[in-house]
């Protein structure tokens, strides 16, 4: 960190701070309520005391994270902690060496003379003098003087220590980050030291102490996920100029970054990236679940929103639901640890705080031998499960059974029929000492027979007469009273069935289910209309807590109940920053509704063809909209679990925000209605302009069909025009074909089809890419289109994109020299 202050300057500040040291003792700095960016040497930080980033975006002080007791130094977001009343941490110091309630009023955080930050406690033996439980391990000079170094929290949340003398860095967080990494950080390798930079996962919420899963950055240009540090598991693929290979989701899937960087020098390599907007909060985190995730705040929502996770689904991760468990998907489709049967949690506190590294142990030790049994578990991927494996060659089931009773240490026995050996009997495979890593897949997987202690019927041939009796009485008595119990507690929910609301809530989504009179009363008896489209009409409304909702009532939805909650959930899972957020439901016999946040900004059509609108969208604001709206539809294409095609893409189905930020709306209620979509949306006004080929060729739609309407819709963010107008003597005009006429056959610029209000005001390269991924997405033949994933790498820069040809009824058109007259200026 430089500093251009003058000698004499520096001299003052000097001599006015050694003056105020006079009056604290113990040098320290800060307040819990006024808090400086700065530490000179000699100073440190106690208790509440804390720095803060001159922005006021970070601060870095003492925390407790969830329900623990011990104390952290570490750094978070300022801004997000004081409206969620807990912190974020994106560094931690002390992680490996909590600081208990014991020690902590005696805890100390300081800048030693020679430029070293220490964190001290007082020593056991003598409460007088301190010992240090972490430290940069870094000096300078000896020489110098008291003055002679500085530590400093940045607008980037680095926290660096400086040499007032010369400006040279000490030190930097940045150098050693925990388990995140800002935008700015340099995430490298050193040829020298042998070393690289690391980000490691959280124990669990409740701890930071390095879990079991990191990455690092490898030398062979790509990042590397590892299991206890030592078994790799996942890669981001190489680096391939612009992004890693298997990351796209880095650059255009965020849709925040504006830059990436990979950079090889002489001592070493880095990556790091920046932001479009440095005042956002937004980093990216090794997650306890051994997930790499990036989350960025949204001020409208208050709460972090998660942009993309690697690797998905969390099945992927090696060995994340420990030792004898299995990972699967509840209804909600969400991935999910349990123990095998026969096996109980190792240790269930951390299990309520998602730490499943303890796996799960056996109730009841084997017998080994004969005596013990084995639970069949369908649907299993074999190939996944560790750590040893012995394939044998028997021709029947019952052999490999015995084969896997014969050996204490063999854990699980598969007669695999898929696999044979060179002598084409089938394969018997045998599992021993801990299983991880088990799949269980909703079907086409392998049947995995798990060896469990002898069976209740076989421990009860053993039991006494008057053993068995005494269970017996017991078990009778239990299920009378929890009947009596059960009755009553089904009494109570009846009667309040339907007098009051519910929350739903799995995993990350919180979906409210809504009484229909409690959203007649915050509609107004639905009286607000904001639109209406092929799934029903949407109205303006407002809860008790004075928060704007938009409501949406379907019509013609036909599942029943559960599998109507069912597929709501499912869309409630679905997060992105260009996708509008489901809040809840109502589904109340045919009353059926969908709760969404309200955006102020309306429609995109509103804003692309009111003529009589004051607020006319400019370039910059036009193109921001087709890349987050092509960034929505990339994650519903691409990063869902189940792909999830649109179906209905449109302005009215653009909605934006306060910031004019775009959101995809109505994603996931063509499956949810259970219609046929061609028969919803060729009876829809307006609708059919941008409807794909396939639409009437009855071949099977796919997401290509939503690049095509985007498309389409391109070309009206461009022109601000209707692709298709009826004129009064019948005909339909064509907007493409007059674009194509002014661009190709004419040989005019793409900005004679700009939006004339904008009076040509654009960028001519954006304004390029723009016109041309539109051509190409309105391709006649759809594996000539292009992924949404690869619009949004043209739209972003990324990917060079060449002139497209013109589609052979669009030609024809053109030569017949249709519309002309119609769009002319």
Same mark, same amino acid.
């Given at each position: 960190?430089n500093?251009?202050s003058t000698?004499?300057?520096?001299?003052?500040?000097?001599?006015?701070f050694?003056?105020n040291?006079?009056f604290?003792?113990?040098h320290?700095?800060?307040?819990s309520?006024?808090?400086?960016?700065?530490?000179?040497?000699?100073?440190?930080l106690?208790?509440?005391q804390?720095?803060?980033?001159?922005? @006021?975006?970070f601060e870095?002080?003492?925390?407790?994270p969830?329900n623990s007791q011990?104390?952290?130094?570490?750094i978070?977001?300022?801004?997000?902690?004081?409206?969620?009343?807990?912190?974020t941490?994106?560094w931690v110091?002390n992680?490996?060496k909590?600081?208990?309630?014991?020690?902590?009023s005696?805890?100390e955080?300081?800048?030693l !003379?020679?430029g070293?930050l220490?964190?001290?406690?007082s020593a056991?033996?003598n409460?007088?003098?301190?010992?240090s439980?972490?430290s940069?391990d870094?000096?300078?000079?000896?020489?110098m003087?008291?003055s002679s170094?500085k530590?400093?929290?940045?607008?980037d949340g680095?926290l660096?220590?400086?040499?007032? $003398?010369?400006?040279?860095i000490i030190?930097q967080?940045f150098?050693?980050?925990?388990?995140?990494?800002?935008?700015?950080?340099k995430?490298?390798?050193?040829?020298?030291t042998?070393?690289g930079n690391?980000?490691t996962?959280?124990?669990n919420?409740?701890?930071?102490?390095?879990?079991?899963?990191?990455?690092e /950055?490898?030398?062979? !240009?790509?990042?590397?996920?590892?299991?206890?540090? $030592?078994?790799?598991?996942?890669?981001?693929?190489?680096?391939n100029g612009?992004?890693?290979s298997?990351?796209?989701?880095?650059?255009?899937?965020?849709?925040?970054?504006s830059?990436?960087?990979?950079k090889?020098?002489e001592?070493?390599m880095?990556f790091?990236?920046?932001?479009?907007?440095?005042?956002?909060p937004?980093?990216?985190?090794?997650?306890?679940?051994g997930q790499?995730?990036?989350?960025v705040w949204?001020?409208?929502?208050?709460?972090w929103?998660?942009?993309?996770?690697?690797?998905?689904?969390?099945?992927?991760?090696?060995?994340v639901?420990?030792?004898?468990?299995?990972?699967s998907?509840?209804?909600?489709?969400i $991935?999910?640890c349990?123990?095998?049967?026969?096996?109980?949690?190792?240790y269930?506190?951390?299990?309520g705080?998602?730490?499943h $590294?303890?796996?799960?142990?056996?109730?009841d030790?084997?017998?080994c031998?004969?005596?013990?049994?084995?639970?069949k578990?369908?649907?299993?991927?074999?190939?996944r499960?560790?750590?040893s494996?012995n394939? /044998?060659?028997m021709d029947?089931?019952?052999?490999?059974?015995?084969?896997?009773?014969?050996?204490?240490?063999?854990?699980?026995?598969?007669?695999?029929?898929?696999?044979?050996?060179?002598?084409?009997?089938i394969?018997?495979?045998?599992w021993y000492?801990?299983?991880?890593?088990?799949e269980q897949?909703?079907e086409?997987g392998?049947?995995?027979?798990? #060896?469990?202690?002898p069976?209740h019927?076989q421990?009860?041939?053993?039991?006494?007469?008057s053993?068995?009796w005494?269970i017996?009485g017991?078990a009778?008595?239990?299920?009378t009273?929890?009947?009596?119990?059960?009755?009553?507690?089904?009494?109570?929910?009846?009667?309040k069935?339907?007098?009051?609301?519910?929350?739903?809530e799995?995993?990350y989504?919180f979906l409210?289910?809504?009484r229909?009179?409690d959203?007649?009363?915050?509609t107004?008896?639905?009286t607000?209309?904001?639109?209406?489209?092929?799934?029903?009409?949407?109205f303006?409304?407002?809860?008790?807590?004075?928060?704007?909702?938009?409501?949406?009532?379907?019509?013609g939805a036909?599942?029943d109940?559960?599998?109507?909650?069912n597929?709501?959930?499912?869309?409630?899972?679905?997060?992105?920053?260009n996708?509008?957020?489901?809040r809840?439901?109502c589904s109340e016999?045919?009353?059926?509704m /969908?709760v969404?946040?309200?955006?102020?900004?309306?429609?995109?059509?509103?804003?692309?063809?009111?003529?009589?609108?004051?607020?006319i969208?400019n370039?910059?604001?036009?193109?921001?909209?087709?890349?987050?709206?092509a960034r929505?539809?990339?994650?519903?294409?691409? =990063?869902?679990?189940?792909?999830?095609?649109?179906?209905d893409i449109?302005?009215?189905?653009?909605l934006?925000?306060?910031?004019?930020s775009?959101?995809? %709306?109505d994603? @996931?209620l063509?499956?949810?209605?259970g #219609?046929?979509?061609?028969?919803v949306?060729?009876?829809?006004?307006?609708?059919v302009?941008?409807?794909?080929?396939?639409?009437?060729?009855?071949?099977?739609?796919t997401?290509?069909a939503?690049?095509?309407?985007y498309?389409?819709?391109?070309?009206?963010i461009?022109?601000?025009?209707?692709n298709?107008?009826?004129t009064?003597?019948?005909?339909?005009w064509f907007?493409p074909?007059?674009? %194509?006429?002014?661009?190709v056959?004419e040989?005019?610029?793409?900005?004679?089809i700009?939006d004339?209000?904008?009076?040509?005001?654009?960028?001519?390269?954006?304004?390029?890419r723009?016109?041309?991924?539109?051509c190409?997405?309105?391709?006649?033949?759809?594996v000539?289109?292009?992924?949404?994933?690869?619009?949004?790498?043209i739209l972003?820069?990324?990917? =060079?994109?060449?002139?497209?040809?013109?589609?052979?009824?669009?030609?024809?058109?053109?030569?017949?020299?249709?519309?002309?007259?119609f769009?002319?200026e």
């Open positions: 960190m500093t251009n000698p004499l300057l520096t001299s003052f500040l000097i001599a006015l050694l003056c040291l006079s604290a003792p113990h320290s700095i800060g307040t309520t006024s808090a400086a960016d700065t530490m000179f040497a000699g100073q440190s106690t208790a509440n804390t720095l803060v980033s001159k922005d @006021g975006k870095l002080g003492f925390f407790t969830g011990n104390y952290y130094m570490g978070w977001f300022k801004q997000v902690a004081a409206v969620q009343k807990k912190k941490i994106v110091a992680r490996d909590p600081i208990t309630p014991t020690n902590f005696s805890s955080f300081k800048l !003379e020679n070293q220490v964190l001290l406690i056991k033996s409460y007088s003098s301190k010992v439980v972490w940069t870094s000096t300078i000079s000896k020489t003087n008291d170094a530590v400093v929290l940045g607008y680095n660096v220590v400086t040499s007032s $003398s010369n400006g040279n030190w967080s150098d050693h980050p925990a388990h995140a990494c800002l935008p700015g950080a995430f490298g390798y050193n040829n020298q042998k070393k690391k980000l996962a959280w124990k919420s409740e701890d930071p102490s390095e879990g079991m899963y990191s990455l /950055l490898g030398l062979d !240009e790509r990042i590397d996920f590892t299991w206890n540090h $030592s078994l790799e598991y996942y890669t981001s693929g190489v680096w612009r992004y890693f298997d990351f796209p989701e880095m650059q255009i899937g965020s849709g925040i970054a830059s990436l960087e990979y090889s020098y001592n070493g880095y790091t990236y920046s932001l479009l907007s440095k005042a956002l937004f980093y990216v985190f090794m997650d306890t679940s790499l995730k990036s989350a949204q001020a409208n929502t208050q709460d929103t998660v942009i993309w996770t690697k690797p998905m689904p969390l099945c992927q991760v090696y060995g639901c420990g030792a004898f468990s299995v990972c998907k509840n209804n909600l489709d $991935s999910i349990q123990c095998l049967p026969g096996f109980e949690q190792h269930p506190k951390d299990w705080l998602l730490d $590294s303890g796996g799960c142990v056996r109730r030790s084997l017998q031998g004969d005596k013990d049994s084995f639970s578990m369908p649907n299993v991927i074999l190939s499960i560790s750590p494996v394939a /044998l060659a029947n089931a019952k052999k490999c059974e015995l084969a896997c009773l014969q050996n204490c240490s063999c854990s699980a026995y598969a007669y695999d029929t898929t696999s044979s050996s060179s002598d084409n009997s394969q018997c495979l045998l000492g801990n299983l991880l890593n088990i897949l909703g086409k392998n049947d995995l027979y798990i #060896r469990l202690a069976s019927d421990l009860g041939s053993r039991m006494k007469p053993t068995k005494t017996v017991v009778l008595s239990g299920t009273i929890l009947l009596g119990i059960t009755f009553l507690f089904l009494r109570k929910w009846w009667i069935k339907f007098t009051r609301s519910q929350k739903l799995e995993g989504a409210t289910v809504f229909y009179k959203l007649k009363i915050a107004k008896n639905f607000d209309k904001l639109g209406s489209g092929g799934f029903g009409s949407v303006k409304g407002t809860l008790p807590d004075s928060t704007a909702i938009a409501v949406k009532r379907l019509e036909s599942q109940l559960k599998q109507f909650r597929e709501v959930s499912t869309i409630g899972l679905i997060h992105h920053v996708l509008v957020r489901l809840g439901f016999g045919r009353k059926t /969908l969404y946040d309200h955006m102020p900004n309306g429609s995109l059509d509103k804003h692309l063809f009111n003529q009589n609108n004051l607020r969208l370039w910059q604001q036009r193109y921001q909209i087709a890349k987050g709206t929505g539809l990339a994650y519903l294409h691409e =990063e869902c679990i189940d792909r999830i095609i649109h179906c449109k302005p009215e189905n653009v934006l925000d306060a910031d004019l775009p959101k995809v %709306a994603f @996931g063509a499956k949810l209605l #219609r046929e979509f061609s028969r949306l060729t009876t829809v006004r307006g609708t302009g941008y409807l794909a080929p396939e639409w009437t060729s009855g071949v099977p739609i997401v290509k939503d690049v095509y309407s498309g389409m819709m391109l070309f009206e461009i022109s601000g025009r209707r298709l107008k009826s009064k003597d019948g005909k339909v907007f074909t007059w674009a %194509a006429r002014k661009v056959s040989g005019q610029p793409v900005l004679s700009l004339s209000r904008l009076e040509g005001n654009a960028d001519n390269e954006e304004l390029n723009a016109f041309r991924v539109a190409w997405c309105i391709q006649e033949e759809e000539q289109r292009p992924s949404m994933g690869q619009v949004v790498q972003e820069g990324l990917l =060079e994109v060449n002139p497209p040809p013109i589609q052979r009824y669009l030609q024809a058109m053109v030569e017949n020299g249709e519309t002309t007259n769009f002319s």
